[in-house]
């Protein structure tokens, strides 16, 4: 199955909400099965958004997914990029 790049950017301001809504947003990555690996982006020593690599049938199913992430329903996120993304190495 192919790997997708969950690439998330906080919005301005969020730094709160993110640590609000954390145990949930690792709730849903932990038991969705999906997930490869994960962490946060850091600027200024504190997190600024995610990457989180997942594996799904297709891009529409990676979405769909990201769709999912209590992050993005609590306005976390400024941004979701999601790109299908090939390990070369680990």
């Known amino acids: 199955m192919p790997l997708y790049a969950v690439i998330c950017k906080d919005r301005d ?3 709160q909400t993110r640590r609000d809504t954390r145990d949930e ?3 849903y ?7 490869q690996t994960a962490g946060p982006f850091i ?3 504190e997190p600024s958004g995610s990457l ?3 594996e799904a049938a297709d891009l529409a199913s990676a ?4 769709a999912g992430d209590p992050y993005l329903a609590a306005g976390v996120f400024d ?3 999601v790109i299908e993304w ?3 190495i680990g």
């Open 25 to 27: 947003h690792l709730a």
């Open 13 to 15: 301001g969020a730094l």
């Open 79 to 81: 941004s979701v990029e």
């Open 29 to 35: 990555l932990n038991e969705s099965g999906v997930v």
């Open 86 to 88: 090939r390990r070369t």
């Open 43 to 45: 600027a200024g020593g």
């Open 52 to 54: 989180v690599i997942i």
């Open 63 to 66: 979405k769909a997914w990201s």
